[in-house]
């Protein structure tokens, strides 16, 4: 389970923060017009790569925001897992093990990438616990044509090294997360909605009868 809460920072992202260099101005306006969205809506295909020559690790499924302080990360292939954000706590749900670990928000985001989906542009809060810096095309994957973002966390034991986020477009694309453990985590998002209205019952979440539930 504890590996669900690590890759639950695949999903989120980024708000705004004020850079001197007007040449990419365009690049972090897209970021902040994201951020400013009230909601989001989309798919997405996880790659999870490690060293030693062990396989990628392939899923997919859908995700969901409500800013601020909500998400909706829902596996459906190969395994079912679910996280569930409501803005206090933050659940994480195996169906296979019926079992249900719960953090408070806090506790379970703190200055790891996933804090990004519960902020919204101007809130300040990505600037004090993490340092930007604006790759464009050649600093990260350039062969795929998105412009790219760095976060470095400013907390030693954040448990990542960087997170990357790839726009195509006036779209994000895609995330990569490099953890401290030589793991490599990419998210690549599709049938992107900004801003769509979505019930407020997908970012409840009471635990299944009988499902062992475990933290706070």
């Not at 749900?93 to 804090?115: E, F, H, I, M, N």
């Not at 990004?116 to 101007?122: E, N, P, S």
Request: charged fraction near 25%.
């Amino acid at each position: 389970m504890r590996m669900i809460f690590r890759n639950l920072s695949c999903l989120f992202l980024l708000s705004s923060f004020l850079w001197a260099s007007a040449a990419h101005a365009d690049a972090l306006e897209k970021l902040r017009r994201f951020a400013a969205d009230k909601t989001v809506r989309a798919n997405f295909e996880q790659v999870v790569t490690a060293g030693g020559g062990k396989k990628p690790q392939f899923s997919s499924g859908s995700m969901a925001i409500s800013r601020p302080g909500k998400f909706r990360w829902q596996i459906d292939k190969p395994w079912p897992q679910l996280i569930v954000g409501d803005g206090l706590k933050v659940w994480a749900y195996d169906p296979d093990l019926r079992q249900v670990t719960v953090k408070k928000v806090d506790a379970a985001l703190g200055s790891s990438p996933a804090a990004v989906l519960t902020g919204t542009a101007g809130s300040g809060e990505l600037e004090k616990n993490f340092t930007l810096r604006v790759l464009g095309t050649q600093g990260a994957s350039s062969a795929d044509g998105m412009d790219w973002l760095e976060a470095v966390p400013k907390n030693p034991e954040s448990g990542f090294e960087k997170l990357r986020i790839g726009f195509f477009g006036d779209e994000i694309r895609a995330m990569e997360l490099f953890d401290a453990f030589g793991q490599m985590t990419r998210v690549s998002f599709s049938a992107i909605e900004r801003n769509p209205a979505l019930p407020a019952s997908l970012f409840n979440f009471t635990p299944p009868e009988g499902a062992d539930v475990i933290g706070d």
